[in-house]
């Protein structure tokens, strides 16, 4: 079975752009979740997705943004980008309706300028 | 911010020893999962321990779960240097879905 894949490995972006991640989750799995990961905050939640709709969300501001198709593949984006936005995205697919482990994706790794 | 936080911060070990890393947390929880990061890559599921389970084991890998005293330990027992990375713990809560709230990490180094 295929892993979770990323798309970007890496970006550089400037100031004041916008980004747009991609996550394939594995074949079956309907839930997404993405983090964002830096070496002064940790790991942190953004948001899971689950049959297209949003599930949960963590505590960021609303230039962070995310959507899932009918394929269960999701996309995050990042308007107006910040130096502070500079991390490593995490995407993660789970089975849904109890609780599963996640298997997560190699990131992408975002650098803005 | 941070649900948990883990214990020690880094770790150094020989190759054979064991490793003990542990986890505490701050509110109830239905599940608490180990992760494995190696250098800035994605995380790698180790195990996955139910909010009524006491003790799991996986190979060479035992998880303990204290949920009174809101605690979990890993084991690594006969470590390898290919053990060498970052441990990560993360828990779950009902009502939660997917979402996972992240320790801060043990560094471990394994040398031969």
């Known amino acids: 079975k295929a892993g979770v894949t990323q798309t970007p490995r890496y970006l550089i972006k400037t100031r004041g752009q916008q980004v747009t991640l991609s996550c394939s989750p594995i074949?079956?799995?309907?839930?997404v979740s993405w983090y964002q990961q830096t070496p002064g905050q940790g790991l942190q939640f953004l948001f899971e997705y689950f049959s297209e709709t949003q599930r949960n969300k963590g505590n960021f501001p609303g230039r962070f943004s995310g959507r899932q198709f009918s394929n269960s593949r999701s996309e995050m984006n990042v308007s107006t980008l910040e130096l502070g936005d500079s991390a490593l995205y995490l995407c993660?697919?789970?089975?849904?309706?109890?609780?599963?482990?996640?298997?997560f994706g190699p990131g992408t790794r975002l650098t803005v300028t | 911010s941070q649900q948990g936080e883990e214990d020690p911060q880094a770790l150094s070990i020989q190759e054979g020893e064991n490793a003990t890393m542990n986890c505490s947390y701050k509110?109830?929880?239905?599940?608490l999962q180990w992760y494995r990061q190696n250098s800035g890559r994605g995380l790698v599921h180790l195990i996955l321990i139910r909010s009524n389970e006491r003790e799991k084991h996986s190979g060479r890998l035992r998880v303990t779960l204290d949920t009174s005293k809101k605690s979990s330990s890993l084991l690594i027992t006969a470590s390898r240097a290919a053990d060498t990375a970052s441990y990560f713990c993360a828990t779950g809560f009902t009502g939660g879905g997917n979402k996972l709230t992240f320790g801060t990490g043990t560094q471990l180094k394994v040398e031969l």
């Open positions: 509110t109830s929880i239905n599940n």
């Open positions: 993660a697919s789970s089975k849904s309706g109890g609780v599963y482990e996640q298997y």
């Open positions: 074949s079956g799995h309907r839930s």
